[in-house]
DNA sequence: CTGCCTATGTTATTATATTAACAAGGTCGT
DNA sequence: ACGACCTTGTTAATATAATAACATAGGCAG
């Protein structure tokens, strides 16, 4: 069994890989940790200390080849290969999502959209056409996908997941405002914009500030 | 100077108010942490020191009572007050947060939605018309707004950021897909649905796995 | 009013994550 | 080929967060 990498860490990978995906845009052959730290925000210590634990991946005294760095965060990633995942919720949310992983996210595929409204079934989002939800087992399961975002309702979301779980899904990536029961061995990640939100005001400056920290 | 709470506590406390809010709305009077922790999924000794952080909320023996407890929650968080917000970037993604706060987030005030797109300018979501960039100062300013949501391209992202600083914005919260430099006293949340994307695949099961954990 | 029961709030322990310090391995000029 | 310099990779120290253990206070029955 192998073992998983920190959470911490795994959060920060796709972010090393954008700025990757950028300098070797701009033709940068070799970067060093000052300049990623720079780059993504994280200090170069960590960025050296992430890139260990999964092995030793730069040259010391010069730095990272910025296209094998890449190809290896791609493999750790699992974006190596081409990722196919399915949409649930052919809301605005939904179809927003759905383009934008189409248009500007390289390393997946996304399978189909399905809705549970009849009205929108039919209609296209670029080439792909949103689906009934009776479609949705056959494609999982033709495709062998294993990751899906759900964008619908809060009510219809746990039955939704419950669907997806069944049909092979082991992975999901949440945007119903809700709490999602699944079995142990299924990924949930949360994605819930209104606690985004509502996380962020709270360090809106004020002006009264009485309850809002620890007086003891 | 007040000392803010633990970033872990507070990206917490607008599930626990979703929650009751929950609740509340089935006349739920007293709740104990246990039960908490059913609907949150976090362990109840945990929930008991994230409230126990700001005081104490609950009665022993009892639970704690939800009405109290949420308005507690409410004046914590900054929610008691109605919170205005601008959007900037008018794109499907944008359209979709902007509906998404006006239906079915209580607690704050979308004031303007605004694109730098001339074409999209005056088309509607629900009562709120879009408008030009260039409005966008004068919105912040007369209504005193101190939140955004940016949804422009990673391009645009930066100069969108300046501009609403230079307005008086405080707090952000960034769906653009870029590292965003801003004052210290600032803050910004990034909502980066790529990464979130790509950090679920990293737990996607898979058959071969060779390099994506540590092998010492 | 006394004692048992329950659930909170607090303190202690453990685990995780970040920061800092340092040692080791390359490069490059001379 | 040697030495100064640079940047990585590793080890140590600190800080933060999560878990567990426990003591405290209120409710309620008799």
Redo the contacts with the bound molecule.
């Keep these: 069994m192998t073992k998983r ?5 795994v ?2 990978l796709p972010i090393y890989l954008r700025v990757l995906d950028g300098l070797i845009s701009r033709e940068v052959e070799i ?6 730290s720079e780059e993504t925000g ?12 999964f ?10 080849n910025t296209e094998y760095l890449r190809s290896k965060l791609l493999r750790i990633i699992g974006l190596d290969r081409q990722t196919k995942l399915v949409v649930v919720g052919a809301g605005l949310l939904g179809k927003a999502l759905t383009r934008y992983n189409m248009l500007k996210n390289p390393y997946v595929d996304v399978a189909g959209i399905f809705d549970a409204n009849p009205a929108e079934a039919g209609s296209e989002i670029g080439s792909l056409k949103i689906r009934p939800m009776k479609d949705m087992p056959a494609v999982i399961k033709e495709q062998q996908v294993k990751v899906a975002m759900i964008s619908v309702p809060a009510e219809s979301a746990q039955q939704v997941v419950n669907d997806l779980v069944d049909n092979g899904i082991t992975a999901i990536l949440n945007f119903a405002p809700t709490k999602l029961k699944v079995p142990q061995n299924i990924h949930v990640h949360n994605a819930d914009l209104t606690n985004e939100l509502q996380s962020l005001i709270y360090y809106v400056i004020e002006d009264k500030e009485e309850l809002r920290s620890n007086s ?1």
Tied chains: 1, 2.
């Design positions: 990498a920190p959470k911490s860490i959060k920060r970067v060093s940790s000052r300049v990623l994280f200090t170069a210590e960590q960025i050296r200390k992430d890139f260990a634990y092995g030793a991946f730069g040259t010391r005294g010069t730095g990272y003891k």
